[in-house]
Structures are given as C-alpha cells and as structure tokens.
C-alpha cells in the first residue's frame, strides 16, 4: 500500500530490489531449503538445480590489475561512465560490443584493460555455479560457495559439477571447509582469463 510506497521511495526502487532479492534467497537457502530442493526435483525430474537460485551476487577480490588506465581513457568521468556501463552488461554479445566501442574509441584495450573484461563473464559463471565469492590471488582462485551448508544448493547439480571437477583434477584443487564455509582453492590461476577458463570448464561437467 501507501506505506510501502513510502518506503519504495525513500529507498530507491533498485536498492529496495536489492533488499527483497536478498531476504527472498536466504529464505530459500535457510526456512525454505528442504521444500525448495523438493520442488525443483519434481520440476525437472532430476533435482539439477542452479546455483544463480541461491547466489543473488558473485562478488570478486583479487590482487591483479584490473582497471581502464589513465593512460587509455585520459577523462575520469569518462571512465566512470565505462565502469558503470561495463558493470550492466548481461551476456557475452553485449561485452563484445562494449570491446569494439573501446577499440574504435581508443584503440585496441591494454592487458588490464582486458582482465578487467573478463570479471563480467566470470561473475555470471560463478554465481551459476554457486559461488557467493570468488577470490583470485597468489596465483590462485578460491571458489565460496553459498553459506548455509545444510542449504538445498548442495543436492544441485550445479554442486555436483563441482564435485566431478575436483575428482578429475585432485592435485589442481581441493574442497576445504573454513569458518564454517565450503572454499575451493583452485592453484595455477594467474589471470582473471584462466579464472574464466577453468569455471567453464567445472560449468561443462
């Protein structure tokens, strides 16, 4: 009603979103997560549920340069503007284009540049794959899975995935359970590039 209206208003609608996609995910993966795991079984008849259900966001920390330089887009306006447009972009198609705006602005994109680049595709892998965070430093990648570890997301086949991978490659990687929290620690990952490479590959177990 009226009230909510208000609150609506006083909020902005996109951070009001934001809120009730989160309470609507916790509710999934803590209240809800036995009838959820039973609903999308009888759905597909197999129980492969996505890990996007339970991840509204796949946040990114890493200790590589991932950046516009100065030295290629010289306005910081201009380059705030390119962040916030890099930051809305939603599939493969849509990057592509943003990279052939760049080039034909600026000619052909740095190193950074590029690595900066490949978070857009690695934040949807991930997020599809269940991660709540993705960690790439030291030359490798961990991999945070959703943090309720009774949640329904550790019946799906999106989990399974990440299980096969591990059994094919035991020496790469290694499941670990820290504070509480399902980590995959993934060495070898020198770039945001093989970050990418490798959640496709887990993605097409």
Do not use: W
């Not at 052939?100 to 690595?115: M, N, T």
């Not at 997301?153 to 989990?159: D, H, L, N, V």
């Amino acid at each position: 009603g009226a009230e909510q209206s208000g609150f609506i208003a006083d909020l902005g609608y996109e951070t009001y979103q934001k809120i009730l996609t989160e309470a609507v995910r916790e509710l999934k993966n803590d209240e809800f997560a036995d009838l959820v795991a039973e609903e999308q079984q009888a759905a597909d008849g197999s129980g492969q549920i996505s890990g996007e259900q339970f991840v509204d966001e796949c946040q990114v920390e890493s200790d590589l340069e991932l950046l516009l330089p100065a030295t290629y887009v010289t306005g910081s306006s201009e380059r705030m503007l390119l962040y916030r447009e890099l930051d809305n972009i939603a599939d493969d198609r849509e990057l592509d284009d943003y990279r052939k705006r760049l080039i034909d602005r600026f000619c052909p994109v740095p190193h950074e540049g590029e690595e900066l680049l490949h978070v857009v595709p690695l934040r949807r892998l991930g997020k599809r794959l269940g991660c709540e965070k993705l960690i790439l430093k030291q030359d490798s990648m961990r991999m945070q899975f959703v943090s309720n570890t009774s949640s329904a997301y550790y019946k799906s086949r999106a989990f399974d995935k990440v299980l096969r991978y591990i059994a094919g490659n035991p020496r790469r990687c290694n499941l670990k359970e820290i504070s509480g929290k399902h980590i995959m620690i993934v060495t070898g990952v020198r770039t945001v590039g093989d970050a990418v490479a490798g959640l496709r590959e887990i993605d097409s177990q």
